[in-house]
């Protein structure tokens, strides 16, 4: 059994088959975009406000895009009701360095 590929980078962890992501949200910005690190976290900034899960909708849409998924395989692990999520993705076509590379 393999084991997580390490990374230098906090906000994300590679493993087989998924990519989790440790994402800070700021919801009612503008447009929809990275805007950087937040600690150990990537800050996303989202163009939706965080009432009855528009934020959340908005994340996932944004995500999936940016891996080439489905929304479907994006999945909010941890931090619904957060600005600090964990988000899961299923088998990214991509990396994470669509977001942001160090």
Do not use: Y
Not at 28 to 45: F, M, N, Q, W, Y
Not at 74 to 102: C, F, H, N, Y
Request: charged letters at 25%; proline letters at 6%.
């Amino acid at each position: 059994m393999s084991q997580p590929q390490a990374t230098p980078a906090a906000w994300h962890r590679i493993e087989p088959g998924r990519l989790t992501l440790q994402i800070h949200v700021q919801p009612g910005a503008s447009r929809t975009e990275v805007a950087g690190r937040h600690g150990d976290c990537l800050k996303i900034r989202l163009a939706a406000r965080a009432i009855e899960g528009e934020a959340n909708a908005c994340l996932v849409e944004f995500l999936a895009g940016a891996f080439g998924v489905a929304k479907r395989a994006v999945v909010i692990d941890a931090g619904a009701t957060s600005r600090r999520k964990r988000v899961v993705v299923q088998s990214p076509t991509l990396g994470p360095e669509v977001l942001w590379r160090e």
